[in-house]
């Protein structure tokens, strides 16, 4: 067994690893890490997380839900340090985890890996209470310097191969439309399938019924489990999509996804401004490079000053604008708790996932992450478009409609702490008394 | 700067404090057995006092005693959303406590009045107040458990800036500290080492509070602590002053709570079971769980000509104007936005008034926007 696996062994139990030996890891990973670009291109399937917030028994819980690794492809869109009290044991294990599988895993940059963030919501004291010294922030400082700013997943599917054994999903869904595709299905922690929406199969001759519901998550997830049986799951988890896809309808017209942590920026009218940006530096107070790390969506029309004291409100508009010129179908972005775990706004133009949940132990919320099938219609061949895919055609015509990807969300709910044999201090959230 | 002399309270309160039959009365009233729940209640002062002294070294507040009555062990940085939210609670009720007392007149002068403070643990509002309003003609009441007003008179014996607040240095003010060190009294200041739930059963409340001027308009706070008590005694303790101490007098009498709301979502099912594996209950909190709730409690309670109540996140948005809000935002980056809504959603201020014989005296209380709805 290489140091490697045994320094993952080890985090996986929520145990430090030496400071040499995060030293060593942290000059692996920049090594790794300075050859991808500020945008990776990540293949479907994938399973896209949000924000963790060094809540190490919650990744857990999601690897439980979501497959482990190398199994399923994940996708972290940053924050993994501060807030929660083991943003160390969370954020080396991820970087162990991309060092020992680099193409299995891809992590980009939050606005919490940053030196002023950090120092302010607890990752510095955590590496001085655990470490003694400020070593080890400082290489993990160095490492966040060097994550990528975005990702762009391609050949996602545009249908979800439904789980199988769904209990429930007339009770919340849309009804299955004859011949439908199966769009989005939300799952609980157990498995089971909490609702479902479809839309009406394409068909290259007439013009695309682009039927991108706007699904709001369920109410009560739980409130529609308590069933009969727990359904299995079929296959790998993140591997969603059927074996030899449905026929020769569904060829890749699936748009590219752009995952960023916040989200746009008036600055960046493409993906490839982004590609621009030198990115090796602390994120500045202003500027592309932090509107990427700080924007939120809103309702609103145009762009807006954010509340956060950095990057900026957008709206609907310049998300749709954005998703045409550069042939998106979905921006996935983190950075804001929805109580629901993820949150479709735009007509499903873009998508917030989160996946700290209860955050902060305080919040009551629960989380999610977002898995994209594979489409295996093509033969496996994948338009690798680098986000131009079909802007060359100007107005997308009949047949070349970008229609969003299946989107599949398990919503999963904070770990028990205590019955993983791990160590864990009984959190103390603040309140006013 | 020359040090002020500083009178050994010690030799002070020797005779002089039992010459007085009020004392009697305050030793005499403090034979509640203390349980291990009052000790976490206690220690709620603690959190509170902290968040302060938190929320002065990053400048959000003004407050110079922050420091005095905190344990200097205990001091912390909070996180960001916590120190808006001290900052929201704490400008919030300086504000209705200044409407109340007015400005002064062009003769320099205000009407007398007089503030009875609940659960006041360290709270430093007493100082603040009697520093900033020369003269102050202001009484100054505090009521908390002996071993909370015990540390705040240990305190105001070490601290030079607490005795000088309370003009204690000039030999005209008498000061009288109880034997047992957990009562104070000087013109303007009362400390009174009392368990509120003891109050109803008291056969005689001006001797319970014998230095309570029952004709001056008054005002009582209550800031997260009335909510320790069971819905029963937290409405015993306000009927306490309004139909017996105060009852029959017409002088004006206004409340203002501060307090948690909202405990049936998520968020507020969460902080019930956070607190409650301190040992904390807060027990009125589903009682008045609404703001609809607290303007009824207010209305049920004899508070008849006014009832208004608003949460600290309407509080942050309509009472703080834009350029304090953007002096506040520049102190710490706060990125938590969501999470700051929820924290705030769930703790409101609530205050009503009943007008007496001076139908202008909460009129400054009028014009202060309210939040509509549940």
């Known amino acids: 067994m290489s140091d490697l696996d045994r320094a993952i062994e080890q985090l996986r139990a929520c145990r430090l690893i030496p400071e040499s030996q995060v030293r060593e890891l942290c000059y692996k990973a920049r090594e790794l890490l300075i050859e991808e670009g500020n945008v990776v291109s990540v293949d479907a399937p994938v399973t896209i997380c949000g924000d963790i917030h060094g809540q190490f028994h919650d990744l857990m819980e999601l690897f439980r839900v979501g497959g482990d ?59 001085i209470r655990k470490y003694g010294s400020a070593n080890v922030w400082r290489y993990c400082c160095e490492v966040f310097d060097y994550l990528a700013l975005g990702a762009i997943v391609l050949g996602a599917s545009s249908e979800l191969e439904p789980t199988g054994s769904s209990m429930n999903d007339t009770t919340q869904s849309t009804m299955p439309i004859d011949d439908g595709e199966l769009e989005t299905e939300v799952l609980n922690s157990h498995g089971e399938v909490t609702s479902t929406s479809y839309r009406p199969r394409f068909r290259p001759s007439s013009v695309a019924s682009n039927d991108s519901r706007n699904i709001s998550p369920p109410r009560d997830i739980s409130a529609a489990s308590g069933s009969t049986g727990t359904p299995t799951r079929t296959g790998v988890p993140g591997t969603g999509a059927s074996a030899d896809g449905n026929g020769s309808a569904t060829t890749s017209r699936t748009g590219a996804v752009l995952c960023v942590h916040g989200g746009l920026s008036p600055l960046i009218d493409s993906v490839d401004k982004i590609r621009l940006i030198d990115r090796k530096q602390e994120v500045p107070h202003e500027g592309a490079m932090c509107d990427l790390l700080w924007s939120d969506p809103d309702e609103i029309e145009g762009w807006g000053l954010s509340p956060r004291g950095a990057g900026f409100l957008f709206g609907g508009d310049i998300v749709k604008q954005f998703n045409h010129l550069n042939g998106l179908s979905l921006v996935a972005r983190a950075h804001q708790l929805v109580m629901e775990g993820y949150k479709e706004m735009f007509d499903g133009g873009i998508v917030t996932v989160w996946s700290a949940p209860n955050y902060c132990y305080r919040c009551g919320n629960v989380a999610a992450i977002l898995e994209l099938g594979e489409d295996t219609s093509n033969g496996g061949t994948i338009a690798r478009s680098n986000g131009e895919y079909g802007r060359s055609n100007g107005v997308l015509g009949e047949g070349n409609t970008v229609v969003s990807p299946g989107r599949r969300y398990r919503v999963f709910e904070a770990a028990a702490q205590d019955t993983r044999g791990m160590p864990a201090k009984k959190p103390v959230a603040d309140y006013f008394l | 700067m ?224 009335l909510i320790y008590l069971s819905p029963t005694e937290a409405t015993e303790v306000v009927s306490f002053f309004t139909e017996r101490l105060l009852g029959p007098q017409t002088a004006p009498l206004g409340l203002v709570l501060y307090e948690p709301i909202r405990p049936n979502d998520a968020f507020g099912r969460t902080m019930v079971s956070n607190l409650a594996t301190r040992g904390i209950q807060l027990q009125t909190l589903h009682k008045y769980a609404t703001l609809e709730a607290q303007r009824e409690r207010f209305r049920g309670q004899g508070f008849t000509s006014g009832q208004a109540v608003a949460d600290i996140e309407f509080i942050w948005n309509r009472w703080v104007d834009e350029e304090e809000k953007e002096r506040v935002s520049r102190l710490e980056m706060l990125d938590e936005m969501e999470e700051w809504q929820l924290l705030a959603r769930h703790y409101c201020i609530a205050w009503g008034w009943r007008e007496g014989d001076d139908t202008a005296a909460f009129n400054g209380w009028t014009t202060l926007p309210a939040q509509p709805g549940e």
């Open chain 1, 69 to 127: 690794v190398p199994d399923t492809n994940y996708l972290f869109m940053g924050d993994f340090v501060d807030r929660g009290f083991y943003s160390l044991e969370s954020f080396l294990l991820l970087l162990c985890l991309k060092v020992r599988y680099p193409d299995r895993i891809t992590l980009i940059r939050g606005n919490h890996e940053s030196r002023q963030i950090t120092t302010v919501y607890g990752f510095y004291d955590e590496c």
């Open chain 2, 2 to 225: 020359a040090a002020p002399h500083i009178p050994n309270l010690n030799t002070l309160r020797r005779g002089r404090g039992r010459g007085r039959g009020g004392l009697r009365g305050v030793d005499a009233s403090h034979g509640t057995r203390t349980t291990a729940k009052d000790l976490v209640v206690q220690g709620t002062d603690n959190d509170a006092s902290v968040s302060r002294l938190s929320a002065v070294e990053l400048g959000y507040l003004g407050d110079p005693f922050a420091k005095a009555l905190t344990a200097p062990e205990n001091a912390t940085r909070r996180l960001p959303i916590i120190n808006r939210g001290t900052y929201v609670r704490t400008t919030a009720i300086d504000q209705l406590v200044d409407r109340f007392l007015g400005l002064p007149s062009s003769g320099g002068t205000t009407q007398k009045k007089q503030i009875i403070s609940l659960g006041a643990g360290s709270d430093t509002r007493v100082f603040r107040l009697f520093t900033s309003r020369q003269p102050s003609n202001l009484i100054y009441h505090e009521l908390d458990f002996a071993v909370n007003t015990s540390a705040k008179i240990r305190a105001i014996r070490t601290t030079p800036i607490l005795q000088q607040a309370l003009d204690i240095e000039s030999s005209s003010n008498d000061v009288l500290v109880s034997e047992a060190g957990d009562a104070l009294h000087t013109s303007s200041y009362h400390l009174y080492p009392l368990d509120l739930r003891s109050l109803s059963s008291s056969s005689s409340p001006s001797e319970l509070l014998p230095h309570v001027d029952t004709t001056l308009p008054t005002l009582l706070i209550s800031e997260c602590c």
